[in-house]
Antibody, heavy 123, light 107 residues
Framework: QVQLVQSGAEVKKPGASVKVSCKASGYTFTSYDINWVRQATGQGLEWMGWMNPNSGNTGYAQKFQGRVTITRNTSISTAYMELSSLRSEDTAVYYC????????????????WGQGTLVTVSS | DIQMTQSPSSLSASVGDRVTITCRASQSISTYLNWYQQKPGKAPKLLIYGASSLQSGVPSRFSGSGSGTDFTLTISSLQPEDFATYYCQQSYSTPWTFGQGTKVEIK
């Protein structure tokens, strides 16, 4: 079965960086995009960026441009999201989610999600 | 960026009720609209994609409709396990954006 398993909770100081991993299993890692979505406590969902694990191509939300980097290691079917220059407002649960196209090739959606990684930014 | 606005932000309903949640896009997105359910402490779960296509394994009491800018998610007969927060998300253009969520609570 398809699974995305994320790394554990992190506590970081303001100005530091954090790198969250997302290990995929149960499907061909290079055949589907990986997206990153975050959620502050009690708040809604915010998309950060995506990566095509086959090509390594990435795209980021303008809000995070210059601070976020999504990478992968295809040999271990793992994607990574690194966020730098952390501030208190970055405290949130970070999710990876598989991006899938339907059979028509037009509709795109997130069909599997990781369990989430809590990143706390505090001095 | 395309703004997604859900209404209501929260609602109270009883088991067996018919529930409708609305999502409006700031511009036309055809049928590039997905719905997710999220329970406390859990990751979101895909319910509906392409505005009206039911994801595999999702109960048929969930349905979606709409196109252009106005969309609805309907739960035909609310079950105890349906109490959760629901999000719409547009997949018309990046950045992918979500509605602010609708919390469905027990009356």
């Amino acid at each position: 079965q398809v699974q995305l398993v994320q790394s554990g909770a992190e506590v970081k100081k303001p100005g530091a960086s954090v790198k969250v991993s997302c290990k995929a299993s149960g499907y061909t890692f290079t055949s589907y995009d990986i997206n990153w979505v975050r959620q502050a406590t009690g708040q809604g969902l915010e998309w950060m960026g995506w990566m095509n694990p086959n090509s390594g191509n990435t795209g980021y939300a303008q809000k995070f441009q210059g601070r976020v980097t999504i990478t992968r290691n295809t040999s271990i079917s793992t994607a990574y999201m690194e966020l730098s220059s952390l501030r208190s407002e970055d405290t949130a649960v970070y999710y990876c989610a598989r991006g899938t196209y339907d059979s028509s090739g037009y509709q795109y959606y997130f069909d599997y999600w990781g369990q989430g990684t809590l990143v706390t930014v505090s001095s | 960026d395309i703004q997604m606005t859900q209404s209501p932000s929260s609602l109270s309903a009883s088991v067996g009720d018919r529930v409708t949640i609305t999502c409006r896009a700031s511009q036309s997105i055809s049928t590039y609209l997905n719905w997710y359910q999220q329970k406390p402490g859990k990751a979101p779960k895909l319910l509906i994609y392409g505005a009206s296509s039911l994801q595999s394994g999702v109960p048929s009491r969930f349905s979606g409709s709409g196109s252009g800018t106005d969309f609805t998610l309907t739960i035909s007969s609310l079950q105890p396990e349906d109490f959760a927060t629901y999000y719409c998300q547009q997949s018309y253009s990046t950045p992918w954006t979500f509605g602010q969520g609708t919390k469905v609570e027990i009356k």
